[in-house]
């Protein structure tokens, strides 16, 4: 799903250089936006499901499209599992899709990527945050899972590949990181996410169009999977029983996909709501 073209050497992982100013933007967008699963958040929007009624719940997986937009240094727009990609430019320095993680554990501590200790890169040629490649629009996926392994009780990110390639093993949040999720998480959520700039325009999210009936012309989540503790991944078929989050209809759109499991974007605007 995602691609290296130059490796690290042996005995060194690949670490995202904090640029002062982009460390800084980073851990205020942390602090003041970044609460992907509800809807109170001053200055971010959302559309997207969340799933909270049979856990504890021990991974996520999914597929999410993945779509270059036009937006300003003071804005934000996500796809996300909490890992996913996002368009950032005060962060990232530019204006292209990237992939990234965030964390929030004991006593609200937390950061995106490796900004501050925390995640454990472990793959030598898969960085948790890099620029997703290009590809015809519509045809870019990111494929991630995020699953706790039951015996150290860490968290992992893997990156899901194509075909018969085995799947890479990018990194680790430790279990050490946090409070409440020593034997499973009791929610999962996966959806889009926009943060707008002072200024209150908010910015497009997914593809920039409100989702349609025709899959492949929206943004969309194809496949959403769960795993209870020592089970094996399961898709997860029952839309109409997840919570939806949509907290702005004038201005972002969610539906459930005809081929794929949901839809969900919009163009943004001035007239958003707060």
């Given at each position: 799903?995602?691609?290296?073209?130059i490796?690290c050497?042996?005995?060194?992982v690949?670490?995202?250089?904090n640029i002062?100013d982009?460390?800084a933007?980073?851990q205020?967008f942390a602090?003041?936006?970044?609460?992907p699963l509800?809807?109170?958040s001053h200055g971010?929007?959302?559309?997207?499901i969340r799933?909270q009624?049979?856990?504890?719940y021990?991974g996520?997986a999914a597929?999410?499209?993945?779509?270059d937009?036009n937006?300003?240094?003071?804005?934000?727009?996500?796809a996300?599992?909490?890992?996913?990609?996002?368009?950032n430019?005060?962060?990232?320095?530019?204006?292209?899709p990237?992939?990234y993680?965030f964390?929030?554990?004991v006593?609200?501590?937390?950061?995106?990527?490796?900004?501050?200790p925390?995640?454990?890169?472990v793959s030598?040629?898969?960085p948790?945050?890099?620029?997703?490649?290009?590809?015809?629009?519509?045809?870019r996926n990111?494929?991630l899972?995020?699953?706790q392994?039951t015996d150290?009780g860490?968290w992992?990110?893997?990156d899901i590949e194509?075909?018969?390639k085995?799947?890479?093993?990018?990194?680790?949040?430790?279990?050490?990181?946090f409070d409440?999720?020593?034997g499973?998480?009791?929610i999962l959520g996966?959806?889009?996410?926009v943060?707008?700039?002072p200024?209150?325009?908010?910015?497009?999210?997914?593809?920039?169009h409100?989702?349609?009936?025709k899959?492949?012309?929206?943004a969309?989540?194809?496949?959403?999977l769960y795993?209870y503790?020592?089970?094996?991944?399961?898709n997860y078929?029952?839309y109409?029983k997840?919570?939806?989050?949509l907290?702005s209809?004038?201005?972002y759109?969610l539906k459930?996909?005809?081929?794929y499991?949901?839809?969900?974007?919009?163009?943004?605007?001035?007239s958003?709501?707060?």
């Open positions: 799903m995602r691609k290296n073209i490796g050497p042996n005995g060194t690949p670490i995202l250089k002062k982009h460390a933007n980073t205020y602090e003041k936006y970044f609460n509800t809807v109170e971010t929007h959302f559309a997207g799933l009624k049979d856990g504890p021990y996520i597929w999410i499209s993945v779509h937009l937006i300003s240094r003071d804005q934000a727009s996500y996300n599992m909490y890992v996913g990609n996002r368009i430019p005060s962060v990232l320095g530019d204006g292209r990237w992939s993680g964390w929030r554990g006593n609200g501590a937390g950061c995106y990527n490796t900004v501050c925390g995640f454990i890169q030598k040629d898969d948790l945050s890099e620029p997703l490649p290009n590809a015809p629009e519509g045809k990111i494929a899972t995020i699953q392994d150290t860490h992992w990110v893997t194509e075909g018969n085995p799947d890479i093993h990018i990194g680790y949040w430790p279990k050490e990181l409440l999720m020593g499973g998480a009791n996966i959806g889009g996410a943060q707008s700039s200024s209150g325009v908010s910015p497009p999210m997914g593809n920039g409100l989702p349609t009936k899959d492949m012309d929206s969309r989540v194809s496949e959403f795993r503790e020592n089970s094996d991944f399961k078929y029952q109409s997840l919570d939806k989050l907290d209809e004038k201005c759109g459930k996909g005809d081929d499991f949901f839809t969900f974007g919009g163009p943004g605007g001035n958003c709501g707060i």
